[in-house]
């Protein structure tokens, strides 16, 4: 289909969430059977925006956040959830995606990974992770 380019490795992003709140980026081109993407769906959201965002999270204790995992805010409510996540060993930190409340979505705003038993504190990071500019001159 139009969107088989776009899927990410996870392969479920599509499943449980709209294009728009991915911000992904959207080419329609003009023999595309607008049907087959539901159109009126994409216009909603981009006049209304939605209520998930897809942000990326730095944890600021000891963990690795997995796919699943539920993300929770200061006054302990779920409001997301983890999409993928791993150990990045060049930052030293769990780092990973999710979808959470757009209300918890603006960058370096607290928020917490449940990993087992226990809720590790984790804050909305910009993305890319890593300075790419750096890297180049490394």
Do not use: M
Not at 31 to 56: A, D, F, M, P, Y
Not at 116 to 136: D, G, T
């Amino acid at each position: 289909g139009p969107w088989s380019n776009l899927t990410r490795a996870d392969g479920r992003i599509f499943d449980a969430t709209g294009r728009i709140s991915s911000e992904l980026l959207i080419k329609i081109h003009k023999n595309t059977n607008k049907k087959s993407i539901n159109c009126k769906n994409l216009e909603s959201e981009i006049i209304n925006g939605t209520n998930r965002k897809l942000i990326g999270l730095r944890l600021l204790e000891k963990g690795v956040p997995r796919s699943g995992y539920k993300i929770f805010n200061k006054q302990d409510f779920e409001i997301g959830h983890i999409t993928s996540g791993t150990h990045s060993p060049s930052l030293e930190i769990g780092v990973g995606l999710g979808f959470i409340d757009s209300d918890y979505s603006s960058i370096g705003t607290d928020i917490y990974i449940q990993i087992r038993n226990k809720k590790l504190k984790a804050k909305v990071s910009k993305l890319p992770f890593v300075n790419i500019e750096l890297w180049k001159i490394l």
